[in-house]
């Protein structure tokens, strides 16, 4: 019947309370990070904006975004 279907679109008690312990972590790591820190992660992972990109809008080299980024993701990890 019915039954013997699994739902593969209904993630499961596990995989909610995972998601939403990582959530936490990521808003723990934003939140020891500078302003600027923060607006360069916003640009960069949810407005998916590429480094080229923020250069030409803002002047800045992309070298400087790159190695901004760089340390900005081990400053993470060790809070990870």
Known sequence: GEDAIPDLLT????????????????????KVLSVAEQELVKNLYFQEKSQAQLARETGVKQQTYSYREKRILEKSILRF
Do not use: G
């Open 11 to 30: 993630p499961s008690v596990e995989d909610i309370i995972e998601t939403a312990l990582m959530i936490e972590k990521l808003r723990e790591c934003i």
